[in-house]
């Protein structure tokens, strides 16, 4: 059904047993190879490549997999494997370049803030907090916040105010990302630009459509995504359009090598 080149091959039997490896392993292998924000006590700066090598599930891995093997070896066998490899590996940095350059600018804000209030933690703080950077939690905090307004010099309160912005800024800056996506979503606008009028099938409804429809599409979703927050689905939208758009790129960068396109 799916006839392999060999570096796609090769990027395929590397996710798959590595994942099967580390998701036996623990949680301390992301923590020490997921990607995490540069403002991070976790970051290392060769998670820039493990992270890309890592999923957090089947459905996640089978998906990144499935766009790999579909849409990789035309690439590989335009571009030959060394090639097709370099654009691999570049498109997945670039991706997760773009990921630490939204995250630096969304979170290093929320971390002064955090900063700011640990050292004047009045109730009036705290709401301009929640407001600023969480306002979705309002509702569910509401009844703490009343209380702490009614008695804002309560220690208890104080301190459980300070611990629930302490855990929150700590999920924002050391949630690490893992994932090959990046890099994948590079391999499908490159395929949209050197294949743009190839037929693909959908699975879901089953019907044609043109590769650079396919391509238009996930670009416009993954922008709205991004723009309008998606962080409740736990997908870094960003990453997918650092993919896209770093395949862009490099791909008008090489040329297509091809004069006719189908």
């Known amino acids: 059904m799916f006839n392999f080149t060999p570096v796609v091959r090769l990027l395929l039997f590397a996710n798959v047993i590595i994942f099967l490896i580390t998701s036996s392993a ?13 403002l991070s006590n976790l970051f290392n700066p060769i998670q820039l490549i493990t992270h890309m090598f890592m999923h957090g599930s089947w459905g996640h891995i089978f998906s990144n997999m499935i766009g790999l093997i579909v849409f990789g070896p035309m690439l590989e066998r335009v571009w030959g494997g060394p090639r ?19 995250n630096y600018y969304e979170t290093a804000s929320m971390v002064d803030a955090y900063h700011l209030y640990a050292v004047h ?38 301190k459980q105010g300070q611990a629930f912005l302490e855990a929150m800024v700590s999920r ?42 396919l391509v238009l599409f996930y670009g416009a979703y993954e922008v709205y995504s991004g723009i309008y927050q998606a962080q409740s689905d736990n997908v870094a ?16 960068l090489w040329g297509s090598q091809r004069k006719t396109f189908y």
């Open 237 to 252: 939208h960003f990453a997918h359009i650092g993919g896209m758009l770093f395949a862009y790129i490099l791909v008008k």
């Open 172 to 213: 924002q800056v050391d949630t690490p990302m893992v994932g090959a996506s990046g890099a994948i979503f590079g391999v499908i606008m490159a395929f949209g630009l050197l294949f743009p009028n190839t037929e693909l099938i959908l699975l879901f409804p089953p019907i044609p459509i043109k590769a650079k429809y």
């Open 26 to 38: 623990g949680d301390w292998v992301v923590d020490r190879f997921g990607l995490h924000s540069v």
């Open 84 to 102: 097709f490899f370099l654009f691999y590996m570049l498109t997945g940095l670039g991706a997760a370049a773009l990921y630490l350059g939204v």
């Open 121 to 158: 933690p009045t109730n009036s703080e705290f709401v301009g907090f929640i407001s600023e950077y969480a306002s979705s939690v309002y509702d569910n905090i509401a009844p703490f916040i009343q209380k702490f307004d009614a008695d804002p010099t309560n220690p208890a309160y104080i």
